[in-house]
């Protein structure tokens, strides 16, 4: 007959079993793409202003001083993958005109919306001495944009910019360095889409690019 602290202890080798099986199953789901390797294949829309050349992904906008919703001065790329669940976007970019991109997650295009996060803009040669580049999440719903948080993100021309846009649960979250600067929760979040990058009034290369994610299936 089972003393308790035997059933005690049978309970919790049980416990650790399963928890290692779940991790192991959860590591062994999340995938990761490199979407600069993959060149324009990886994109379902590339807009004009994109090249891919050297194992880097260059893009310029028509317009460097245009109103933010003159399609002139955007360009877009939208991926051919779904991404979901937890998802992580490792960026490496240098800004050579411009400071302007903006990463789409969980993001519908035909309903107007998901989560936006940006870069942000140059300030304005008349802007406040208190006033700070910034880095922001919006919400994006029938195409309504509310901006949710703000960080400070300096973005110097011609030098790399490290940051991470992620999802983990419901946080969405932006990070330079390694450092987070913006975080917004979203309950429930949003569902999962493609990845979509917008550049706007800017000249910049991409030199690293990479999706993590606990899944993925190609886009209707």
Wanted: net charge negative; hydrophobic share 40%.
């Amino acid at each position: 007959m089972l003393t308790m602290r035997r059933v005690f202890k049978h309970i919790i080798t049980l416990w650790l079993i399963v928890a290692c099986c779940f991790t192991a199953r959860s590591f062994a789901e999340t995938s990761k793409v490199d979407l600069l390797a993959a060149g324009q294949s990886a994109w379902q829309r590339v807009d004009p202003g994109w090249s891919f050349a050297d194992g880097k992904l260059s893009g310029t906008t028509k317009l460097m001083d245009g109103a933010k919703t003159d399609p002139a001065a955007s360009t877009f790329l939208v991926s051919r993958t779904v991404f979901g669940g937890d998802v992580i976007v490792s960026l490496d970019i240098v800004f050579q005109a411009g400071r302007y991109l903006g990463v789409y997650l969980d993001f519908d295009q035909d309903s107007q919306t998901g989560i936006w996060m940006a870069t942000g803009h140059a300030l304005a040669e008349d802007a406040a001495d208190n006033e700070i580049e910034r880095a922001y999440i919006k919400t994006v719903e029938d195409s309504s944009w509310v901006v949710r948080a703000t960080g400070e993100l300096i973005v110097q021309p011609g030098h790399i910019l490290r940051l991470r846009f992620e999802r983990q649960g419901d946080d969405y979250s932006i990070y330079h360095d390694e450092n987070l600067i913006v975080n917004y929760r979203k309950l429930g979040g949003y569902a999962a889409g493609p990845l979509q990058i917008r550049l706007t009034n800017a000249s910049a290369v991409i030199h690293g690019l990479a999706v993590e994610s606990d899944w993925q299936r190609q886009s209707q």
